[in-house]
């Protein structure tokens, strides 16, 4: 558009041409600051303008509103400068302007005087009043208005005082026209706000008021004030919109009849002009539609705003223009053509794509699509609709009334445009082109969808893009053309699907049913029918129809070959699986029953033939027993309860995810001796949680598209169930599972067949197993009581396991009899069969021969238990007889017991604990003796012993003399019982006793009866006394009482008792030169309590003549180290043996051991002990060194006596000793 | 003044969803499920320009010729949709905002009930009665 302010010129028009071209260019070079009134911000502006020459005509008469014809500034030219030029024509051509812009009240005007060196020099003589000619003009006219008079100097030359002047003069008259503009608009901007205040009134016109505001947006548009321009539409339009709201809601204005008149024409929109004089005028004479009025508005909008450079703006308005105008449409009531509507919408969706494509590279397009493709979608979908109105999309061609209506939708076209009849993808073109024939339609209407899903799938709305994919399959399927539309309906189902929308699921499978029931493809159809029948989201009608679908398939008998299989998801659960009995565990052959929860999902009760489940057979491992146990849930043993997702409602929970893991343990055991190695866990089904990962569709779940294929695994074992009934929702069915081999049965598939369709559940998760085991006969014999304890009556019990051996009548237990164990016959014992509660009960038949105990067993079936109490009585055997090796406390006595149905014997071990243990001891006072025994109870039980005996067995002559005053006597747990006798005899004491300890023993309160013996043998040797010992001490000389720190006299007085018996004079001793026989015995006086300090030798050897009577002393000195009663130090006497080889020491005959090679000295008197000492007390230790005796040096040895050889008379004697002085301090320390 | 209010779990999978006509069930699930794209538009597109400080409001999703669609996204990225009638004009941004607040709150005290299993649908007649209310004053206001 051209238009630009208009400026007028009076004056000397020849001297305006010769400047016009340079003051056109200059003009806009510059930019000025438009300072706007009602606080709207300043711009910045260039001006252009159109020079026009001044005529009376171009005033703008009163009442004229037109601003595009106003003329902004009068300018009048001149360059007179001759006073009488001026005078004379100059200032009159001058006033007669001035009146006339004074009669139309225009005050913009200003006059130029131009000066040129020519004009000057052209009047020399008149050079002074140059000035006054300006100065004569302004008193003239300008009177207050310097400004207004502005003189430019020499124009046309190229010097810098011309161009001081030009740049005044342009400055001056951007100011003058910014000023005009500011006053001008101004005041037309109030008389548009006071006309358009008057709206209510009646009378008022939109249109009138339209053509107004427009004014104002056109001569924004003129300055280049595009956003004020589109300020301009927008409040036009908001007004419209909302006159049509209050129109709505009742209020209606009387000039809104024009536009609901009904629409007559529906050619789109049109973008290709900037103004649409054709519907402007139509809106001035107040003849406009709806549609026009929008279109022409919108029309506007795009323009400006694409002079904005916000074309993605457009597309947005745009959607938003069409979607209104349909609403505003029906909210006026106005009546339309069906389809034109549609018409109008296609056409201008596709004018506003082919605007901004003329205004767009390619790049910026793609990059945008997401503003355009509402467009495309919308345009899409009109032009589908209108296919359906015309009869274009079906398989038949259309109607006579179809092409009647097409002709009447064209009709409301009109003619094409001058603009697009060249252009040959108009969407005029297209539109009449798609409308004419069906597959001109079904070009068009694929290459928009294509394009609209494309685009969708460009910027990333998938959905978007399948909804497109969905409507178009549709088409297709009215097209009768199912097998394009299958891939879209699936990509959709999928997406529906996967995001657990159920009733778009349910509606698109519906169609995907139709499709497939088109195609032929029954395994399909069937499946979908299958979920179909279980959505409940249909009507009951529906599934039904659904249901028999399947059903009448099913019952087809002429293909018997064609058999189906469906998942079995679709048409029932598997809710729960419950084994009985609970432990899933029998022996074989045992009775087994699985009890399936199946939640059947059709609509109707379905009658299955047969209803099976296949059987894994895993020979039985070692180990697994605890396994089934572990896969079912713990809190109802015996039940395992299945849980899955919705069939196809509700959320895609954690199991829609994906199928679910199968798991299980394994175990290596290491093949030698069975040790496990390592644990672990494997997944079963790796091969479909991988496969998820590469695809995203979901193969396990009822859910998916398209079914998995399912594979029947043929086991050899199979549960199974003829001719059942299904019912809808819960169904119980009772399987007998088969038992026969020993192992690990695991459920890996369940198969409904129903004519000629089979249900197959692939997996069962979580796996469900359950065990037969077989078991050997076991005979176990444990004692009832624990501990058994030798020598009483005991009960044992036998149990007998019978496992996969059924007893028969007849059969019997042998047992071999040993002595230490005989069986006593009881007539209390009955035998016990069970079977996991009691079966029965019957006495016991026992039957005893000299070498075998046979006990007859009752017929009993598999896996019973038989049970049944002996008694038998474990004899103690007596102290000799026991082997040495076996521990005292406890014998066990052997048995092998014959079973019937082995061929070996089973040995039998019981443990039996002797309640007693028994110490004997001798005591002597000087030559009398006394034997004790001495009995403690071992066992928990309380004892009466009764009838204590002890006899001698060898001696006759020996009396022994029980000093035991009870018969009987209580023997509690744990204590002991003491008993003596002393030892009387004639002539000679035996030096070895052999002794027999007898009693009689019984459980605490029983009768008398009941007592048993109990014997103890036992050697005593060496019982003679062959010497006394006799300490004593006398105190210090002159002293009446030893004194601590004062030395005593010890005198050790030893004293031969007896003649040597023969024993004694071959082995230790030795014969004098004078012939009389020698023993050598060596003392030693030690105190461990360090009560005394021995002084000098606390040792020595003293030969005793081995004469009766025979008497030897030793003086040794002590020295009480306490004062107090001290216990007599120790004195031990010891046999001494020299060593029988040993020839060459002599010990001296005075009986001293010099070298002190021997004294055993107490520690604190023990000084410097040289090596000669440490090494033959070394060998006095360890007899039989072999160090030493390789060396061949002769060592002496030290032989104890048998505790009743020597008697010692001073044992435990005391003596009193004073302390040392009376002046000791005794400290008392209190606390 | 909704015609259909949905929420959506952030899996997308429908939590909630009720409409006015019911004969049309069918055609706002669809809807509100396409939506379903530009809400995620919208979020990736302000997820990257403001972090966490971003407005929960997502605004007018799209219009269509019948209805116009507004969306509304929990940190939690929950979604409620409104479908709102086209005709219905006298409908405000504010409103709008208000009652997917009210939609917002209620649907907090769902989720703060101890029973409610979070990822199931919702079935709390409290929820169901503010949505009502939101639906109700449809019929009163056209």
């Known amino acids: 558009m051209e238009n630009k302010p208009i400026v007028t010129c009076a004056g000397d028009q020849g001297l305006f041409t010769s400047l016009y071209t340079s003051l056109a260019q200059q003009l806009p070079r510059e930019p000025m600051e438009w300072r706007r009134t009602y606080g709207r911000a300043p711009k910045m502006i260039h001006l252009e303008a159109n020079f026009v020459q001044f005529k009376e005509e171009l005033l703008p008469k009163e009442g004229n509103k037109a601003l595009l014809t106003f003329p902004f500034l009068h300018i009048y030219w001149t360059d007179c400068c001759d006073t009488e030029v001026y005078k004379g024509t100059v200032k009159e051509d001058m006033m007669r302007w001035q009146n006339s812009l004074r009669a139309h009240g225009s005050a913009d005007w200003v006059i130029i005087v131009v000066e040129t060196n020519d004009t000057k020099k052209k009047n020399k003589t008149n050079i002074l009043p140059r000035s006054s000619i300006v100065d004569k003009i302004r008193s003239d006219f300008c009177n207050k208005q310097n400004d207004r008079c502005v003189v430019l100097s020499d124009p046309l030359k190229d010097s810098s005082r011309s161009q001081e002047s030009w740049n005044s003069l342009l400055l001056k008259l951007r100011t003058l026209l910014l000023m005009s503009f500011t006053k001008n608009l101004g005041r037309f901007e109030d008389d548009m706000r006071t006309l358009r205040e008057k709206r209510t009134q009646p009378g008022w016109s939109f249109c009138e008021y339209f053509m107004v505001q427009e004014e104002l947006a056109f001569v924004f548009e003129m300055l280049q004030q595009f956003e004020d321009a589109l300020v301009q539409y927008d409040e036009l339009d908001a007004l419209f919109t909302q006159y049509v709201l209050n129109f709505g809601a009742g209020d209606t204005a009387n000039w809104l009849g024009s536009f609901c008149a009904p629409v007559c024409s529906w050619n789109g929109l049109l973008l290709r002009r900037p103004i649409d004089m054709e519907k402007r005028d139509g809106i001035q004479r107040g003849e406009a539609s709806l549609l026009d009025l929008r279109s022409y508005l919108f029309s506007r909008q795009c323009t400006l705003l694409i002079f904005l450079l916000r074309p993605w703006e457009v597309t947005q308005r745009a959607l938003e223009l069409l979607h209104n105008c349909v609403q505003e449409l029906r909210l006026l009531e106005v009546s339309v053509l069906e389809g034109a509507l549609d018409c109008w919408v296609f056409l201008s969706c596709l004018e506003v794509l082919h605007r901004i494509e003329g205004c767009c590279d390619q790049a910026q397009l793609a990059a945008n699509c997401s503003h355009t493709v509402g467009l495309w979608a919308y345009a899409t979908d009109k032009l589908k609709s209108l296919g359906e109105l015309c009869g274009l999309v079906s398989e038949k061609r259309p109607t006579s009334e179809d092409l009647n209506r097409t002709v009447d939708l064209l009709a409301g076209l009109g003619d094409e445009r001058p603009e697009t009849v060249n252009s040959l993808q108009s969407p005029y073109k297209k539109l009449k082109e798609a409308l004419s024939s069906v597959e001109a339609f079904e070009r068009h209407y694929l290459e928009l969808s294509h394009a609209a899903m494309e685009m969708y799938r460009a910027i990333g709305r998938l959905r978007s893009a399948r909804l497109v994919g969905k409507s178009l399959a549709e088409f297709y399927m009215k097209k009768g053309d199912p097998e394009r539309a299958e891939t879209f309906l699936q990509e959709a189902l999928k997406s529906y699907v996967s995001e657990g929308w159920s009733l778009p699921v349910t509606h698109t499978r519906k169609q995907i049913a139709e499709c497939q029931k088109l195609l032929g493809r029954t395994e399909d159809y069937l499946q979908t029918s299958a979920l179909l029948a279980g959505d409940v989201n249909l009507t009951t009608e529906e599934r039904k129809h659904f249901c028999q679908e399947i059903l009448t398939f099913a019952d087809k008998s002429e293909d018997q070959s064609h058999k189906v299989t469906l998942s079995m998801g679709v048409f029932s659960q598997l809710t729960r699986l419950q084994f009985r009995p609970a432990t899933a565990s029998v022996h074989s052959g045992a009775v087994l029953q699985v009890e399936l929860t199946l939640r059947c999902l059709m609509p109707v009760a379905v009658h299955i033939q047969q209803l099976a489940a296949s059987i894994h057979f895993d020979l039985e491992r070692g180990g697994t027993n605890g396994r089934s146990k572990g896969n079912q849930r713990q809190t109802n043993p015996g039940t395992v309860e299945f849980h899955q997702g919705n069939s196809s409602a509700g959320p895609p929970s954690s199991s829609a995810a994906g199928p679910p893991l199968e798991l299980d343990e394994i175990q290596d055991r290491s093949p030698s001796d069975n040790s496990l190695n390592s644990t672990g866990v494997v997944c079963k089904n790796t091969h479909l949680v991988m496969r998820l990962h590469d695809n995203i569709s979901l193969p396990d779940t009822p859910n998916c598209v398209s079914p998995p294929a399912v594979t029947i695994q043929e086991g050899a074992q199979m549960l199974k169930v003829q001719d059942v009934t299904l019912e809808p929702g819960n169904n119980s069915i009772l399987f007998t599972a088969p038992s026969g081999q020993p192992g690990t049965y695991t459920l890996r598939q369940l198969y409904a067949t129903v004519g000629q369709v089979q249900f197959v559940l692939p997996h069962i998760y979580p796996s469900v197993q359950y065990e037969v085991y077989s078991q050997e006969p076991q005979l176990t014999v444990e004692p009832l009581s624990e501990p058994l304890l030798a020598g009483l009556p005991q009960m044992v019990k036998f149990t007998l396991l019978t496992g996969h051996y059924a007893v028969k009548k007849g059969d019997a237990l042998q047992l071999s009899n040993t002595d230490t164990m005989p069986i006593l016959p009881s007539t209390s014992s009955n035998w016990m069969l069970t079977y996991s509660n009691l079966v029965g009960e019957s006495a016991l038949f026992i039957q005893s021969s000299e070498k075998v105990t046979s006990i007859s067993l009752p017929a009993t079936p598999p896996y019973h238990t038989v049970e049944f109490l002996l008694e038998v009585l474990c004899i103690i055997p007596s102290g000799s007889d026991r082997p040495a090796n076996e521990s005292p406390a406890g014998v066990c006595p052997q048995m092998s017991i014959d079973c019937p149905w082995s061929i070996y014997s089973t040995l039998l071990a019981l443990t039996f604990y002797i309640p007693f243990k028994t110490k004997h001891s001798l005591l002597s006072a000087g030559n009398r003796k006394y034997i004790q025994v001495c009995v403690q109870n071992m066992s928990d039980v309380n004892f009466t012993l009764a009838e204590v005996k002890l006899a001698e067995k060898q001696h006759a002559s020996l009396e022994l003399q029980s000093l035991n005053t009870k018969t009987q006597q209580l023997l509690c747990s744990k204590h002991s019982v003491f008993c003596l006798w002393e030892v009387r005899w004639k002539d000679d004491l035996p030096s070895c006793l052999q002794c027999v300890f007898s009693a009689n023993f019984s459980p605490l309160k029983q009768d008398v009866s009941a007592f048993k013996p109990f014997h103890y043998q036992f050697q005593l040797e060496r019982v003679t006394t062959l010497y006394s010992v006799r300490a004593e001490i006398s105190p210090p000389a002159g002293e009446q009482h030893c004194r601590s720190g004062f030395l005593c006299g010890l005198e050790v007085c030893i004293t031969r008792l007896t003649e040597p018996a023969e024993g004694e004079m071959a082995e230790d001793s030795k014969t004098d030169t004078d012939g009389l026989k020698t023993t050598k015995l060596m003392y030693e006086v030690a105190d461990s309590s360090s009560n005394w300090a021995v002084c000098g030798k606390s040792s020595g050897m003293v030969l005793m003549p081995m004469v009766a009577d025979a008497t030897h002393k030793v003086q040794i000195e002590v020295m009480p180290l306490f004062a107090g009663h001290l216990p007599f130090p120790k004195i031990k006497v010891l046999k001494y043996l020299p060593h029988t080889a040993a020839v060459a020491i002599q010990p001296d005959p005075d009986s001293c051991v010099e070298n002190d090679s021997l004294s055993l000295l107490d520690k604190a008197l023990d000084d410097q002990g040289d090596t000669a000492s440490i090494r033959s007390r070394g060998s006095v230790h360890s007899v039989g060194s072999g160090d030493q005796q390789q060396k061949g040096v002769a060592m002496p040895r030290l032989e104890p006596f048998s505790p009743g050889q020597v008697f010692n008379h001073s044992h435990t004697q005391q003596v009193l000793v004073l302390p040392a002085t009376d002046d000791h301090i005794l400290e008392v320390n209190a606390t | ?142």
């Open chain 2, 1 to 142: 003044m909704a015609v259909c209010i949905a929420v959506i779990a952030k899996e997308n999978y429908p939590l909630y969803i009720r409409s006015v006509p019911t004969q049309n069930e069918l055609k706002f699930h669809y809807t509100v499920h396409t939506s379903l794209d530009v809400v995620e538009e919208k979020i990736s597109a302000v997820g990257k320009s403001l972090g966490d400080q971003r407005e929960l409001y997502l605004g007018l999703l799209y219009p269509t010729e019948d209805y116009k669609v507004y969306g509304y996204v929990t940190n939690s990225k929950v979604k409620f949709v409104i479908v709102v009638d086209s005709s219905n004009t006298s409908l405000r941004d504010n409103e709008i905002r208000s009652m997917f607040r009210k939609l917002h709150n209620s649907f907090t005290d769902v989720m703060c009930n101890p029973f409610h299993n979070p990822g199931d649908t919702i079935q709390s007649k409290a929820f169901d009665g503010i949505v009502s209310g939101m639906m109700v004053q449809t019929a009163s206001y056209t």
